[in-house]
C-alpha cells in the first residue's frame, strides 16, 4: 500500500490527553511535547523517503473515523498510542482489527509499574509489539521497527 506518489505511508495516533504532553504529569510522561515528537518523527520518515501521517484527539470517535480512514487513504503501518483508551475502548480496537493493519502499541510510561487497571490493554494481543515505559523514544523505536519492517517487504 503506498500513496499515489509511490511513497510508503506510517500513520501515527496519539490518544486522549497526549496533546497536554510536556504539562500534564511529567514524572510519567516526560517533557517532550507532543508537536517536538511528531516533527521528530516526520523528519525521520522523510530521512527515508516514507510519508508519515499524524492524529490527535480526545475523543474515541474521532480516533475510530481515523483509523476507518484507512480504507480510503490506506497505510502501511499504524504506531498508536491509545492512552486512557489502551483499558476501556473495545471499539477502537474493532476498528484496528476491521483495516488489518499491522501496529504498535506505544506508551510513554511504563504501565506495569502504575495503578493496576492500566495493567490491562484492549490492543497488545492484536499489536506486532508494544513499547512501554521508554518515553518518547518509544515513538521513535516504534518507528525504526516500521521502516525496517517495510524495507524489507
Known amino acids: 500500500m503506498t500513496t499515489p506518489s509511490g511513497k510508503k505511508r506510517i ?26 515528537i511528531n516533527q521528530r518523527l516526520c523528519a525521520r520518515a522523510n530521512a527515508e523517503g516514507i510519508t508519515l501521517e499524524v492524529c490527535q484527539s480526545n475523543a474515541e470517535s474521532d480516533l475510530i ?6 480504507f480510503q ?16 475502548s473495545i471499539a477502537l480496537r474493532d476498528a484496528l482489527a476491521a483495516v488489518k493493519v499491522p501496529f504498535i502499541e506505544v506508551h510513554l510510561s511504563n504501565v506495569y509499574a502504575r495503578e493496576s487497571f492500566r ?11 508494544v513499547i512501554s ?5 518509544g515513538y521513535e523505536y516504534a518507528l525504526d521497527f516500521a521502516i525496517q519492517r517495510l524495507k524489507q517487504r
Open 65 to 70: 473515523a481515523a483509523i476507518h480512514g484507512l
Open 119 to 129: 495493567h490491562h490493554s484492549y490492543f497488545s494481543d492484536l499489536a506486532v509489539g
Open 73 to 88: 487513504h490506506p497505510a502501511d503501518f499504524v504506531i498508536i498510542n491509545p492512552a486512557a483508551f489502551t483499558h476501556t
Open 133 to 137: 515505559g521508554l518515553g518518547a523514544a
Open 11 to 36: 500513520f501515527v495516533l496519539h490518544g486522549p490527553n497526549l496533546n497536554l504532553l510536556g504539562l500534564r504529569e511529567p514524572e510519567h510522561y516526560g517533557h517532550d511535547t507532543l508537536e517536538a
